[in-house]
C-alpha cells in the first residue's frame, strides 16, 4: 500500500519514534513534582519548549504546548472571545476554515457573538480587502488558515494581517498553521499574527501534540480549570514524551522546508498535468497554492467509490478533511469555491510528502488511470 494522506496524518521519524520511547521509559516523573525526577521532566519540558519557539523564531515564553490543533483552535477562539468580550463580541473568519474553527465559531454564535464568514474566490482564496470591510471596532478576533487542509489554497497573510490591523489594531489575529508549518515558510512578525497553531502528527511528529504560539501581551482565558501548568492558560500534566517528541519533529521538518517545498512541489505538478490532461477529472486545486495537496473531482460519481477503487489498487487516499471525510455531504470548502454540488461530492484528496518518489507517483498515475477508465462507463450510466 502507498499512502498518500499525509495532510490527515504523516508516518513519524524514526528519531521521533526513538525519542518518544527513550523519555517515556527514562522520565515518568511529573513535571509539578518537587524532587529530582519531577525537575528533571521539567528540565525536559522546558527544552522542548525552547525548541519548539527556536523553529518558529519566537520566545519560549510565547509557547502554549497542547494537545494538537483541534484544542489549539478552541483555546484560541474560544479564549478570546471569553477574554476580549468586553471590546466586543463580533468575529471574522472565512468559509473554507477547517471544522475545529469554523465549528468554534457557530458555537459561539449561540452565545450572542456575531460571526462574519467571509467568501473565497474560485482557487479558495480570499480577497484582503474582504477582511478591510470586515473588520469593525466591536471585532475582536480574525481567524484564517495559512494552507487549506483539502485544497492547499494558501492564503496572502501578508496582506490579511496588514488590512486587519490597519482596520483595528486591537483585533487579535489568529492563524491556523497545520497544513503550512515545514512546508512553506513561516513569518509570524511579518503576518502580524498574535496567535498560530499547528499541530505534531501533520509534519512527521507524535499524535496528541501541539502548540498554539500566543504573542506576548496577548491574554486567553483559560478553557480548562485545574491546575497552573502552561503559565495557567492549559491546565494538565504535561505529556513529556509527546511534547519532547514534537519539539524534534518540528526542528527537523523546519530544517526540511526548502527541500519539501521543490521535491514534492515537483510531485505535485506532475499530478496536476496529468489530471488537467484527462478530460473526465476537475482539478480544484491551484498551481500556487501548497506543495503537498491536490484536489480533484470525478463528476458524476461519488467521492468514496473512486477511493476504493483506488485503494484496490493499493492506492490510499482521502475525501473531505480527515475529520469530516465520514459525513456523507459535498465537500463545504468546495462548495464555498463556486464548484457545483456533483463536483463537491466527487472530490478526493491526494496529499504527499517527502517520503513519496516518482516511482511512487508513476505507480498513482497508473492507478488513477485504471480506475477511471474502469469507472467512466458507471458514470456515464449513473450507476455509482
Same mark, same amino acid.
Given at each position: ?182 512546508? @512553506?515558510?513561516?513569518? *509570524?512578525? $511579518? ?5 498560530? !497553531?499547528? /499541530? &505534531? ?104 467509490? @473512486?477511493?476504493?477503487? *483506488?485503494? $484496490? ?5 482521502? !475525501?473531505? /478533511? &480527515? ?62
Amino acid at each position: 500500500m502507498l499512502y498518500w494522506d499525509h495532510a490527515a496524518s504523516t508516518p513519524p521519524y524514526d528519531e521521533v519514534i526513538q525519542t518518544m520511547a527513550d523519555v517515556m521509559r527514562k522520565h515518568y516523573g511529573n513535571p509539578s513534582s518537587i524532587h529530582r525526577m519531577g525537575e528533571d521532566a521539567a528540565k525536559l519540558i522546558k527544552r522542548a519548549r525552547e525548541v519548539c519557539a527556536a523553529s518558529l523564531h519566537v520566545t519560549p515564553s510565547e509557547i502554549i504546548l497542547t494537545s494538537g490543533a483541534t484544542e489549539g483552535n478552541n483555546l484560541a477562539i474560544k479564549g478570546t472571545a471569553l477574554q476580549y468580550a468586553s471590546r466586543g463580541k463580533h468575529i471574522v473568519t472565512t468559509r473554507i476554515e477547517h471544522p475545529s474553527v469554523y465549528e468554534s465559531c457557530l458555537e459561539l454564535e449561540k452565545y450572542g457573538y456575531e460571526v462574519t464568514f467571509l467568501p473565497v474566490d474560485a482557487n479558495g482564496r480570499v480577497n484582503p480587502d474582504e477582511f478591510a470591510s470586515a473588520v469593525r471596532k466591536d471585532t475582536i478576533l480574525v481567524s484564517v488558515m495559512h494552507v487549506n487542509n483539502e485544497t492547499g489554497a494558501v492564503q496572502p497573510l501578508v496582506e490579511i494581517g496588514e488590512a486587519v490591523k490597519k482596520a483595528n489594531p486591537l483585533a487579535v489575529f489568529h492563524i491556523d498553521g497545520v497544513q503550512g508549518f515545514g512546508k @512553506l515558510p513561516v513569518q *509570524l512578525k $511579518e503576518w502580524k499574527a498574535d496567535l498560530y !497553531t499547528l /499541530s &505534531a502528527h501533520k509534519i512527521r511528529g507524535p499524535k496528541g501534540t501541539g502548540v498554539l504560539y500566543k504573542r506576548e501581551g496577548i491574554t486567553l482565558h483559560p478553557l480548562l480549570s485545574g491546575g497552573k501548568q502552561e503559565a495557567g492558560v492549559r491546565a494538565g500534566t504535561e505529556n513529556i514524551p509527546g511534547f519532547v517528541a514534537m519539539a524534534k519533529a518540528m526542528r527537523m521538518a523546519g530544517e526540511q522546508t526548502e527541500t519539501f517545498m521543490t521535491e514534492v512541489g515537483a510531485l505535485r505538478d506532475e499530478l496536476m498535468a496529468w489530471i488537467q490532461k484527462t478530460p473526465c477529472l476537475e482539478l480544484n486545486s491551484s498551481p500556487k497554492g501548497a506543495p503537498h495537496i491536490v484536489n480533484v473531482s470525478f463528476p458524476g460519481m461519488k467521492s468514496e467509490v @473512486l477511493l476504493h477503487s *483506488l485503494e $484496490e489498487h493499493g492506492m490510499l487516499v482521502s !475525501t473531505k /478533511s &480527515a475529520c469530516s471525510s465520514k459525513i456523507a455531504e459535498p465537500s463545504r470548502v468546495l462548495l464555498a469555491m463556486g464548484r457545483s454540488e456533483a463536483s463537491a461530492s466527487s472530490a478526493i484528496r491526494i496529499s504527499m510528502g517527502l517520503t513519496h518518489s516518482r516511482e511512487d507517483l508513476r505507480r498513482l498515475l497508473a492507478a488513477l488511470e485504471s480506475a477511471v477508465k474502469r469507472l467512466e462507463p458507471l458514470r456515464q450510466e449513473g450507476l455509482n
